[in-house]
């Protein structure tokens, strides 16, 4: 599936340069500079002209592997996780917030069970939260750490459950001391009703992170920051109140 007509050239002309006969071809584990990699996935960077790309692949290439999960993501009625993913890309950036501009995702199939799942994204000028924090100080922790809590609280009380809510998963983008953080890997994700925030989803989400931080000693700031978006922000307080406009 394509988003547009002109991320279809684009994908094509991506295609091309890198000597491609298709788009599928996009998830050869051979491409461009490798970013990670796991037993069933890898993501790999590519440059064209002057735009960078990732490309997230999940291979699955035996029946056992496609069969292993045909209750999860390889089987006939489910969704890949590179689509989920894609989605909750697309959410996000369609309420405000930041992250990478999905360009493309496709799903190769042999009588309706995964063969194979491609995400390509556009690069996002970010860096993973868990590295950006094993090497700041304390001031740029406390300032990270209350932009993190408010992004949370923010994510939360807009309906988005994420279930995978690790500090690898997040990307920190700081423009001349302006702090934006972004989400990636969400084929977990939920959407609930928009509004306060308390439940199972949301109780889970922090159960997952917080203890992530309180090695760094931030986890009360983190949640303190969070508490204090949803008491005072004018967005938590006004139900009638929607994010800005769509993200480009």
């Known amino acids: 599936m394509l988003s547009s007509s002109n991320a279809r050239a684009k994908l094509r002309e991506l295609a091309r340069v890198l000597g491609l006969a298709r788009t599928a071809d996009l998830g050869?584990?051979?491409?461009?500079?490798?970013?990670?990699?796991?037993?069933?996935?890898w993501v790999r960077r590519v440059?064209?002209?002057?735009?960078?790309?990732?490309?997230?692949?999940?291979?699955?290439?035996?029946?056992?592997?496609?069969?292993?999960?045909?209750?999860?993501?390889?089987?006939?009625?489910?969704?890949?996780?590179?689509?989920?993913?894609?989605?909750?890309?697309?959410?996000?950036?369609?309420?405000?917030f930041a992250g990478p501009k999905v360009a493309y995702w496709e799903e190769i199939r042999i009588l309706g069970f995964l063969r194979r799942a491609i995400l390509v994204t556009a690069a996002?000028?970010?860096?993973?939260?868990?590295?950006?924090?094993?090497?700041?100080?304390?001031?740029?922790?406390?300032?990270?750490?209350?932009?993190?809590?408010?992004?949370?609280?923010?994510?939360?009380?807009?309906?988005?459950?994420?279930g995978n809510l690790d500090l690898r998963n997040l990307l920190l983008h700081d423009d001349r001391s302006i702090l934006t953080v972004a989400k990636i890997d969400s084929p977990k994700f939920r959407v609930v009703r928009r509004g306060p925030s308390d439940d199972r989803l949301t109780r889970a989400d922090w159960a997952r992170l917080l203890p992530q931080l309180e090695c760094l000693r931030m986890a009360g700031l983190v949640r303190a920051a969070a508490e204090e978006w949803a008491a005072n922000s004018p967005e938590s307080l006004d139900p009638r109140h929607r994010l800005g406009g769509r993200a480009e």
Do not use: M
């Open 124 to 162: 996002f000028p970010g860096q993973p939260l868990d590295a950006v924090l094993a090497v700041a100080n304390t001031s740029d922790r406390a300032a990270i750490g209350s932009a993190l809590g408010r992004f949370v609280a923010r994510l939360h009380h807009c309906g988005f459950r994420d």
């Open 47 to 96: 440059r064209i002209a002057s735009e960078d790309y990732y490309i997230k692949t999940y291979d699955y290439p035996t029946l056992r592997s496609r069969w292993r999960g045909a209750l999860r993501n390889t089987g006939p009625l489910t969704s890949s996780r590179a689509a989920r993913e894609a989605d909750a890309l697309s959410w996000l950036r369609s309420r405000g």
């Open 28 to 41: 050869d584990a051979a491409l461009g500079t490798p970013v990670a990699c796991s037993k069933s996935s």
